[in-house]
Each structure stands twice: as C-alpha cells, then as structure tokens.
C-alpha cells in the first residue's frame, strides 16, 4: 500500500495554508490527522498531487469560552476535546459522542475539525455537530466566512467547503445543564456506526422546553429528527412521551442499504436509539 | 549438573519465545534484505471470470526501476501448476492452476501479471501503468446454481461438480442403513445450515524471499509447511529438491491459511532464477484478503432420526462443499476431514455421508482452523438443540441419553473410528457448575415471562475432533498424498547443552517452550540449556510441519523417541565408565546411577566423555546424538463441554456474550498457559464465525469484505471474559497422553454461540439464525422477515463504502 507520489506542504499559519492550497489548485487535499485520508491515500481510492498538512499551524488548535459559545479549533484532537472541561460542561453532547469514537490511537492523531470536513455520514461527530447548531468558520482567499452546520454537510464525503478553504474552527452555542447523549449502534467496537442518535433535552419541572435530535448515517448527509423534536417539546420528560415521538425519528431519512442493515432496518433502529438516547438523556 | 526437581511437564512456564516475537525484535520474512534485492508487485484481475484478450505493458517496462515484467504467458512454459495433493476420488476432476493467468481469470483478485522492480514503490507505480482487456465470461457465485451446472468455470471440465466422496455405515459394515433408519423414524429433524465462508486473516501478511545465488537456491517464506513447501515447489518447477532450501523464520501465524504452495511462492521462486537475482514479495492486507486461500463455505442438508424417548437411530448428511475456482494443496479433502466427526460424540446406529465438491468463480478455499471438523461439530451440535426443543426437553438430558459413557472406551464409532478414552459425564457436570447453567436457566424463565425487551438464551456444545494428523496408513485410505509422520533429532553438545530439532514448525504456537519443557523431564537437564531448532530444511532436514493439531501428538512423540535413544546410547558409555553391566544403572534426573551404590554420573558428562572419545567401549561411535520418526497408531480425540449464555436485544438483534464456560479434556498438559492461550485464540476465533466474521461477493464476483474495516474480526473489546476449566483423560495413543488443543475451541464454540442465541429468541418462533447472526439477521429472525436480508451493495457510511476491489497497492 504505497501512494502515488504528491507534494507535501506544512504551512505555519492559516494565511500561508490558504495560499499554498490555492496555489496547488483542484488536486491538492488538506491533511489534518490523517485517520482517514491516510488509509484512502494507500488504498489509491485519491491521488492528490499536493498535500497540505495543517498539523504545525498553532492557531488550529485549543478550546475557548467565547459567551454563548465555544470555540473549537478544527485541528483540536478527539483526545483534548473528550478531556475538556469546558466541552464536559456546556456541550455534553459533543463530549458524548467523541467518547465513542474509534480507539485511543485514533482519538489521539485524529481531529474534530477534520472529521467534519471529511464528511463521513457514518462519521459520530456530524449528527452532534448538527444537533447543536454548530458553526463552521471557514478561510480562504477571499477572507472568513461563517457556514450553518446545516448548511455545511452536502452529500457524501462532500461539504461546502471550497477549494481554496479550510475549517478554521467551529463554534458550538452552549447548552449547558441539558441532559445529552449519543446512542451508537455497531457491530463491533472499532467498525462505524450503522445507525446512531445524537440527543440534548432542556427539561423544567420534569416537561421537555426544547430538544435536538441528530442522527448518524441515515442519509447521505446528517439528519436532524425536527419532527422528535417538536413532538417532545412541551411534553412530560417520560418514557411514554419519549417512545411516542421517536416513532417520528426516520421521518425524511433516506439510509442506504448495505450488507449491516437495508433501508427498513436502519429506519426501525432509528426509532428505537432515539428512545433510548432520549431517555438516557432526560434521565427518565 | 544439577537436576530439575520439580517436573518440567506441567509447569505453567512464560513462553521463550515470547519476548522477541512481541517486541518484534525478530526475523520475519519482510525483515529479510539482500544485497540487490528486487521487489515483486502483482497485477490482480478485478473480474471474477473473465477472457484475458490483451495486455499492454510496454509503458510498465519503461517505467523507472523497473527490471521486467512478466505476464502469464511469459512463464507459461516455466511456471506448471499449482500442486493438489488430495484426490479424493479416483475420477476427481481438477483443472490445471497456473500460479499466474494465462488466458482466462477465475476469480477476482488471480494474479495476471507481476512487476519486478528495484523498489517496491516503483512497482507499485508500474502496476498502475499496466492495462488489461478482458471478455466477461458468466460468474459463478451460488452452490447450488453451480451444482447445477448452467454455467460452468472450467467449460473444458464439462462439469462445475469436481468429485462426489461418499461413506456410508452400511456398505462399509460399520454401522445400519440410514434409509431404514428415517423410514422408522419417530421423529425427524432435518435441516439446511450454511458454513459461511471465511478468510484466514493471520496476523502476519504472507511474504517470501529468493535468493537464487548459491548452489542451493534459498527460500524464506512465512509458511507453515516449509518441508511440504521444498518438495512441492521442486514437483513443480523441476528445480531438483536437493538443490532447494526452505527457511521458514519466525512467522506471525497461519490458522491454515499459511498450509499452502501459493502461486507467489512459486513465481518468486521461477522470477528469481530467470533473473538471477534475489527477489522479495510481501503482500497487503486486501491482497492477503482476496488471494490468500479462504475457509468454509458449505452448504449442510442433514436429517436425523431419532426415537421419541430420544434415542437417535442414524443421520445423514448431504454436503455441497465450494472449493472456489481451483484446487489447491488440500482444498478437495477440508470437507472430507470432517465426514467421521458428524456422528461426534453419540452412540448413531446408522450414518451417511456423501459431499459434492463444487468450483465456483471465487477465491480458493482450503484449510482454516479446524478444516472440516468445525462444520461437522457445528450441524450435529446444532441438531441435538433442535431434537431437544422438539422433544421438549433439556438439551444436555439428551446428549446425555447419546452420548458414550466414560465405561464404554475404547468405543468404535459408526463410522469405524476407535475412540480410545473420554469421560462426557465429568467435563460436563464441572461445566454446568462453572456456568451455573441452574442460575441461568432460572434467570432465562424469568425473563421470558416478564416479556423483557432483553432475552436470555444458552447454548451447549459437547464436541469432540479427531487430531493429531497422522497415522499414515489411514491418510492413505483417504488418498491423501503424503504420510502423517513427524521427525525429531537430539543433539548433545559437549558443553553440556542439548539441541532438539523438530520438524513440527511452529508459528505461534509455543513449540520451543514446549519441546524444552518435555526434554528437560526426559534427559534431566535444565530447562534453560535447551534450544529447539526448527523451520529451515538444512537444520531440520525432515518433517511434515504444523496444522491439524499434529504438533504435540506426533511431533513431541518423536522427540522423546530420540531421547530414548539418546539415554540408551549414553548408558552403554555411562556403564563403561562406571564399570558395571548397563542393567545395574538407573536413569534419573540426569544421572546414571549404579543401582544400591553412590556412584554415578550425568548425561551431560557423558556427553563430554563421547565428545572427547578418549575411552569408550568398543564399537561405540562417538556421538550421542540420536534421530527418530514418530507414526502414531491412532488419531487423539480431545473432547470437552462448551457452555454459552448470551442476551438477544430483541428491538434491534443485538447479540452480547454474557457467560462463556468451557471445560475441554486435552489428556495430559503440558504447560497450562500454552493450552489457555489456545483455548482462549480458538474461542475467539468460533465466537467470530458464530457472530462476526463473513466473506461476502458481490453479484458480479467482487469481494466486498476487502478491509478489515468490512471483514470483521472481533477485538478483545468485542470478546467476553472466558471461564476454562479442564478434566484430564489421558489419551492412550501416545505415551505422553496428551491429545490436541490447536484447534478445540474453534471447532466447539461456533455451535454454543448460534445454539444459544436461538435458544433466546426460540420461543418467539425462531428456529434458526444464519452466521453470522448478525443484529439485522436476528432481527428480521424475531420478525419473520426474509431469513437472509440483503447483502446490499449500496454505499453507507464508512471507510467500508469506498470501492475496494484489491489491487496490490
């Protein structure tokens, strides 16, 4: 497994990064972790003649409180976010799903931003990203721009970003004291996700006032469950309540079918982790 | 010298080779560098059955570093055939195996071209640069279509059935007529199960080495047959075999996988003599995982009688076995291993057994872990769960009513095998009370009735296999090509230290412990003064290697044949020295001692004495050194109880372990670890075929299961925590009574695992999960949806999804 051959660029700062990505044109790749350009790399499934690796731009990593949001650098590791108190204790989600992220290798070469920008639907960071209506703060050429998340995922392995662009970092608006979790469902630890639920309730007095429901791989693109969502808002943070909405969880999906599961399958455990993700949630 | 106290055999020693195999501190084959070695990459098809009409390599060859490339018919004349070794019947039909193609594909992933080249990326590179034409011709994928031969694979065969292989208790006298036996049956079970087929997947990729410059042409090899392999690949190329050395270093194991004559291993071998230069090929994970020869694949049509007090009265089993696109060194006789092991522990009256071989357009099948037997115990296992719910009873209660009591050895099993020792009753009493199979069962009624969205179910597997492959006279019966024998040697160095040679190799297995262990005990010297030579034809010139579970019942047999002969040459020196009739001395911890005296000596200082051969009787010549070869008489036959518990979510199908006990019977032990260690790697890989594990084809031919990011091998993540346990019946075909571990926990937990997952989920109207039961499978079981749902093509999520047909990048 050996690459054809490319150039390797390693900038010092997002302004140089941009450059030499627009210099190098359409068949430059960006590197972040590596986790999976690497394996498409060697497998020849891309064969980029430049590659531009983010990995020495300090500016690209670290967490920061920023009012009603934090911000995370895109080349932050899955490791510092899991250990982040700031993450732990106003985006609960995101905490949660990066816990089940592949192994402890992984976690520690691989980074947030770069799995969003490599747009993986049964990627676990998506579905929270999206839930929590994170923002995208992208750079190039012609300076920054802000990308809704919902705005952000496109299709398959395919986001908004230009050719000239990176993700510079990503802003997740702060839900702290929600009840959050992410059900993942696969056959084994290290495989991707077949389905997953990605859950944050506000709850008062014991009735659910807002909820965010993303789920993994039920499309081509992250989806976000708004009919669970409006079916819960204003009611009791219950079993009952919780099993009635989620039978609206594959509402608008439209999963692929493949050898772990065909299409009613998927639909069906939908249903089911965004029950359990809810309740876990709300601590029903 | 001092004497070893406390026995060696028994000891729960670390292993010594442990330390430099997992730091990888060691030689591997890809280790290997040569002054001006070449790189070999190979050019694989993507089509499963296709005309080779054109290719072009005229840009490959100028490309940089490339010395040459070669296509089939480039070494058409020099390359021969791949060697089967198994004819399993007299009229068995094989078609010819070039190691590369030479006008027509029959599986994707067949080697079509190879480059050579100075690096390995540039070969790489040159691979790209290479353009083939090819003619689709018709997959063929399904057994049974290709049984029914509406497309054929090798159209010159006139056939896709290669041989038909038939035993029947009433023509061999052995055993009553099945037909009577279903005609008066009171209650019969009958059933289809499929081995899905599997993928060896060692941790070690394979990989060989040629260095073609001496007198003797050398090869390295990550093998697990590097005796087989000379002889084979001098009947193939015609090099003669004493101008052929085969080193296998330490290699990263093979599960069967590595039980082979691979095509790369010939044209390695062909390429570097055209060449005359020394030349390396060490395959990718995806190449391994489309080339490297795959496991299972049957499909299991099986009747059982039985009397409605539960008393079985005879069985058949109809087998369609896949060998893939070609026959390979043993592939025809994998399903016929197991044809003596359906009838298993029980007391049949009547068996049949007949197995078609079928070719299919997909990857070679031959040897994996257990080959044969782990489906044989798989379908009887499965079908005493199915008599036992039938009968409304519990399933251990009719095992029990079967199986042969511990006061019935030695027992002649219907199919004329000599069962010599066993006890049912003990392994199984002390696994139930391991698993508290009570406790469970308890828990599992409870469940049921609260309708829990959790269900509880156990599964039991009371296996036993025949190994320790040998004895030679009944390999011929089955028309195998080569003996079951094993060689050994002993070396006493003046020093003091002892050099045992076997020509059991091992790769992973533990052999230098092992062997240094039962040495020590015999010849009474430490067991750090031993080193065990093995793996490499010029030190271990002799022997018929490592599969089978052969190692320790024939292999060590015939080191402690040559230490026999050791003790008794150094007792006629031992008794010149001491001056007394070589009856008066007695052999005990390393010394010879005058009987009723306090004279003495130790072997080691006879071995000096030898070694200087300054006084030694007349007619002594002056060597210790002793060799010997083992044949047993019998097969061994390991045996034991394997309990499993495991809870089916019964909305999403998920299936987690949650107690696995297991109390296996491997005669004497000699060291405890070793035997956990194989318990523990063989369960790990049945658990794998009862849930996890799967080689899947696309309609067009396609693996679709190329990365192990599709083809799931479990993790100790994945794995639960296993209680073993063991009872000790020694065997008596050997003298050290052991029997075989190698491959006893693959071949019984397949079985425990499917038998308790539909214990689970039985009384919502499930009967039978396919392996691997996968969550969607379970699921759609509960449901009572399509029993197999959809293989599907279609892109999800993952690294997975992304094309990835095998090229040799």
Redesign the interface.
């Known amino acids: 497994m050996i690459p054809t051959a490319f150039d390797y660029l390693a900038p010092s700062t997002v302004d140089d990064a941009v450059r030499v990505l627009a210099d190098a044109g359409e068949d430059a790749k960006v590197i972040a972790g590596g986790q999976s350009l690497v394996p498409v790399l060697r497998m020849r499934l891309a064969a980029p003649t430049t590659l531009v690796d983010l990995g020495r731009i300090a500016e690209l990593r670290g967490i920061r409180d920023d009012g009603d949001a934090l911000v995370i650098g895109a080349m932050t590791t899955h490791h510092d976010v899991r250990r982040d108190p700031l993450v732990a204790t106003h985006t609960a989600l995101l905490r949660a799903a990066t816990d089940t992220v592949a192994d402890p290798q992984v976690r520690h070469r691989g980074t947030f931003g770069g799995a969003l920008a490599h747009a993986d639907p049964a990627g676990d960071l998506l579905a929270p990203a999206l839930a929590l209506e994170a923002e995208m703060v992208v750079c190039g050429m012609d300076g920054r721009r802000a990308v809704a998340a919902r705005d952000f995922f496109v299709d398959y392995f395919t986001t908004a970003l230009r050719p000239d662009e990176i993700l510079v970092e990503v802003r997740v608006p702060k839900h702290t004291g929600w009840g959050a979790h992410y059900e993942k469902f696969s056959r084994v630890a290290q495989a991707w996700s077949i389905v997953a639920v990605a859950a944050a309730v506000q709850a008062e007095d014991g009735v659910i006032t807002q909820a965010r429901v993303g789920l993994t791989n039920m499309s081509s693109v992250p989806v976000r469950a708004h009919a669970v969502e409006d079916a819960l808002v204003g009611r009791p943070a219950t079993v009952e309540s919780i099993r009635a909405a989620a039978e609206l969880a594959a509402e608008g999906t439209r999963p692929a079918g493949d050898g772990n599961a065909d299409v009613a399958y998927r639909q069906h455990l939908a249903r089911v982790l965004t029950t359990r993700a809810l309740v876990t949630a709300v601590g029903a | 010298m001092t004497a070893t106290v406390e026995p060696e055999v028994g000891r729960a020693r670390t292993r010594k080779e442990d330390a430099r195999l997992i730091t990888g501190r060691t030689r591997w084959t890809d280790n290997i560098t040569l002054p001006g070695l070449l790189h070999l990459v190979f050019v694989r098809s993507p089509a499963a059955h296709a005309k080779i009409t054109a290719i072009d390599t005229d840009e490959a060859r100028r490309m940089p570093g490339v010395i040459a490339v070669f296509t089939g018919r480039d070494l058409a004349d020099v390359q021969g055939s791949l060697p089967c070794a198994w004819p399993i019947t007299p009229d068995m039909k094989a078609p010819p195996a070039p190691p590369l193609a030479v006008d027509q594909v029959n599986f994707a992933g067949e080697a079509v071209a190879v480059v050579v080249a100075r690096s390995?990326?540039e070969a790489?590179?040159a691979v790209?640069a290479i353009d083939i034409d090819y003619d689709d011709l018709p997959v063929v994928l399904d057994l049974a279509a290709a049984a029914a031969d509406s497309d054929l694979v090798h159209p010159d065969l006139g056939t896709n059935r290669s041989a038909t292989w038939v035993f029947d208790s009433a023509d061999a006298g052995t055993g009553g007529d099945v037909a009577a036996a279903i005609a008066d049956a009171e209650v019969l079970i009958e059933r289809t199960y499929r081995q899905q087929r599997l993928i060896p997947a060692f941790m070690e990729p394979r990989s060989v080495v040629v260095d073609p410059t001496g007198e003797q042409l050398t090869m390295w090899s990550a093998t697990q047959v590097p005796h087989i392999l000379r002889l084979m690949l001098a009947l193939t190329t015609g090099t003669p075999e004493h101008k052929i050395r085969v080193i296998a270093p330490d290699v990263g194991g093979g599960f069967g996988g590595k039980l082979q004559v691979t095509p790369e291993e010939v044209l390695a071998m062909v390429i570097a003599q055209r060449l005359g230069k020394p030349v390396k090929w060490t395959e990718?994970?995806?190449e391994s995982l489309v080339s490297a020869h795959h496991g299972r694949d049957q499909i299991q049509k099986l009747t059982l009688a039985a009397r409605r007090d539960g008393t079985v009265t005879g069985l058949k089993v109809e087998l369609l076995a896949d060998m893939g696109a070609y026959l390979r060194l043993v592939t025809p006789g994998v399903p016929i291993l197991g044809a003596f092991m359906f009838n298993a522990i029980y007391k049949f009256p009547a068996y049949h057994f007949s197995c078609t071989n079928v070719f299919t357009t997909k990857t070679p099948t031959d040897a994996y872990r257990g080959a044969g037997r782990p489906e044989a115990t798989f379908a009887i296992e499965r079908l005493m769960d199915e008599l036992a719910a039938e009968l409304g009873r519990d399933p251990i209660e009719v095992r029990a009513q079967n199986w042969i009591r511990h006061d019935e050895f030695p027992f002649t099993t219907v199919c004329g095998l000599e069962y010599d020792t066993g006890n049912y009753e003990a392994a199984t009493a002390r696994a139930k009370e391991l698993f508290d199979y009570d406790g469970l069962r308890a828990e599992q009624r409870e469940r049921r009735e609260r309708g829990d969205v959790v269900q509880l179910g156990i599964g039991t597997s009371t296996f036993t296999e025949m190994c320790g492959l040998a004895p030679s006279r009944v390999l011929g019966s089955l028309s195998y090509g080569a003996g079951g024998w094993e060689h050994a040697a002993i070396r006493m160095l003046p020093s003091g230290k002892v050099e045992v040679v076997t020509g059991s190799s091992a790769h992973g297995q533990g052999h230098e412990t092992a062997w240094s262990q039962i040495v020590a005990d015999q010849l009474g010297v430490p067991f750090e003064d031993i080193e065990v030579l093995h793996g490499d034809t010029q030190s271990s010139p002799k022997g018929l290697d490592t599969y089978g579970s052969r190692s320790l019942t024939v292999g060590a047999m015939a080191v402690l044949k040559a230490g026999e002969k050791v003790i008794a040459k150094a007792r006629r020196v031992a008794a010149h020295q001491l001056e007394c009739a070589e009856g008066d001395l007695e052999f005990a911890g390393g010394r010879f001692t005058v009987r009723g005296t306090e004279k003495s000596t130790g072997i080691t200082d006879v071995a000096l004495a030898v070694f200087a051969a300054h006084d030694l009787p007349d007619g002594v010549e002056p060597s210790l050194d002793s060799e010997a070869t083992f044949d047993p008489e019998n097969f061994s036959f390991p045996h034991g109880t394997h309990l499993c518990a495991v809870e089916v979510d019964t909305?999403?199908g998920?299936v987690k372990i949650r107690k696995y006990a297991c109390v296996d019977d491997v005669g004497t032990v000699v060291n405890p670890l070793i035997v956990d260690g194989q318990v523990h790697g063989g369960l790990a890989q049945g658990l794998a075929q009862a849930l996890?594990e799967e080689a899947?084809h696309d309609e067009s031919g396609t693996l679709?299961?190329g990365?192990l990011?599709?083809y799931?091998v479990?993790?100790a993540?994945?794995l639960p925590h296993f209680d073993t346990d063991r009872t000790v019946t020694p065997s008596t075909t050997n003298q050290l009574g052991a029997k075989g571990v190698g491959e006893a926990g693959t071949i019984a937990s397949t079985p425990a695992v499917v038998n308790a997952v539909v214990d689970a989920v039985r009384h919502l109207g499930v009967t039978d999960v396919p392996m691997p039961c996968?969550?969607?499978r379970v699921?759609?079981a509960i449901n009572h949806r399509s029993a197999d749902?959809?293989?599907?093509?279609?892109?999800?999520?993952?690294?997975?999804?992304?094309?990835?047909s095998g090229?040799a990048?």
Do not use: I, K, Q
């Not at chain 2, 749902?789 to 990835?804: I, V, Y």
């Open positions: 390995r990326a790489v590179d790209a990718t994970r995806s909305e999403t998920f996890y899947v679709t299961t990365t990011a599709d799931l479990p993790s993540v994945d996968t969550p969607m699921w759609a749902s959809g293989l599907g093509t279609e892109a999800g999520g993952g690294l997975g999804s992304l094309d990835t090229g990048v």
